[in-house]
């Protein structure tokens, strides 16, 4: 799978699929990986779980350190619960594994998402990964504040 990771274009050995079947580092919909849970923990390869902004953070906390990454999907510009979502596993639950972002990601939202936490970014193949990689240096000072706690602009007025 082809990710930004670290600002740079990277490949990460992952799949995503719904057959809970499926061998080797692969991430299943939250819906599959709660309803096969058990058999999913003793199968061969690490497990992830993709999470949407209709699924709540909690329904995984007391599996964070059985899962080698968290998905989050971003379906829609406009639906930023994901990275609410982000926040909360890497400041209120410590989550040290990686987060990754899938989904119709705009180059305008990367480098809040690594201000979340999000290690991973997985465009899509019509988005030019080159041109969002620009988004990372592209303002000195942020707008929002997040999980890196950097001063945001209004601070600094």
């Not at 058990?38 to 995984?60: H, M």
């Not at 972002?101 to 990964?129: F, S, Y």
Request: some cysteine; glycine content about 6%.
């Amino acid at each position: 799978m082809k990710v930004i990771k670290d600002h740079k274009i990277d490949n990460i050995d992952w799949e995503i699929s719904e057959q809970a079947n499926t061998e080797g580092n692969v991430i299943f919909p939250y819906h599959v990986y709660a309803e096969n849970k058990e058999v999913l923990r003793s199968r061969s390869g690490k497990t992830g779980v993709l999470l949407n902004g209709d699924t709540a953070v909690e329904a995984i906390t007391d599996d964070l350190d059985q899962l080698d990454i968290i998905a989050l999907e971003f379906p829609v510009y406009v639906d930023g619960r994901c990275f609410s979502h982000a926040s909360l596993l890497r400041g209120a639950y410590n989550y040290q594994g990686d987060l990754l972002a899938v989904g119709d990601i705009l180059r305008d939202q990367v480098a809040q998402m690594e201000r979340c936490g999000i290690n991973l970014i997985k465009l899509t193949e019509h988005r030019n990964a080159e041109d969002a990689l620009k988004a990372f240096t592209e303002l000195s000072t942020p707008y929002q504040s997040s999980e890196d706690q950097q001063k945001i602009i209004s601070e600094l007025r």
